[in-house]
Structures are given as C-alpha cells and as structure tokens.
C-alpha cells in the first residue's frame, strides 16, 4: 500500500500558479506511474497529468497541454503539479494517485480505475 499526501492548493487569480506536491510513503517501490486528476463540484473525477516513477515519460489531458507540469524527485518521493495561467475552469479538488501496474498506455493512465492509491485531495480555486 502505497500512501500520499498532498499539498500546495489554495487561492489564486486568474493567470496565477501554484505547485502541488504529492508525497509518497509505504510501499513506494511498488509505484509504476502516478497521475494527478482533479474533481469539481458535481462533475467526475477528471484526468489531469501523469509521469512515470521511472523514466521519462509524462501525459497530460489537452486543457492543461502547456500549463500544467508534472515532475517527479524520486529522492524525496514526491510528485508535483506545476500549474501555469491558471482559469476559473482549472477550480477543484485535486488528487494524486499512484499505480503499480508495469505496462500501461496512455488510455490507462488516463483512467481513474487503473490506480490503486489516492491521497485526501487538495483544494484548487480560481477566482475570476
């Protein structure tokens, strides 16, 4: 089992940044990929970003493309979420997740049943 704990939302105006960061602890070893989604009041859960534990890979759904940054520090086993020119429409909840499957495409990191573990979520607010 694999626990995380995010942190860095807030309140910010449109066209602000803020960093979250996502720390892993337990069985981080068992970590193939993490991804980041987010959930706004009434909608489902929405995929966001994702990275490899190892290697270079990274994904990132098209409303974020050039905005957003996922990155990793494996010595600290943390993930963050480097957000950019934020909108009113990026305001939510936002989630880290980890999995520990070894083979995945991009339609599975993309999918919220391909992670096993999530953190409680950290707040994202946008004001307009």
């Known amino acids: 089992q694999v626990q995380l704990v995010e942190s860095g939302g807030g309140l910010v105006q449109t066209g602000g940044s803020l960093r979250l960061s996502c720390a892993a602890s337990?069985?981080?070893?068992?970590?193939?990929?993490m991804g980041w989604f987010r959930q706004a009041p009434g909608k489902e859960r929405e995929f966001v970003a994702a990275i490899r534990w190892s290697g270079s890979w990274t994904y990132y759904t098209d409303s974020v493309k050039g905005r957003f940054t996922i990155s990793r520090d494996n010595a600290k086993s943390t993930v963050y979420l480097q957000m950019n020119s934020l909108k009113p429409e990026d305001t939510g909840v936002y989630y880290c997740a980890a999995s520990t499957h070894g083979l995945i495409s991009a339609g599975q990191a993309m999918d919220v049943r391909s992670y096993s573990d999530w953190g409680q979520g950290t707040q994202v607010t946008v004001s307009s």
């Open positions: 337990g069985r981080t070893f068992s970590i193939y990929y």
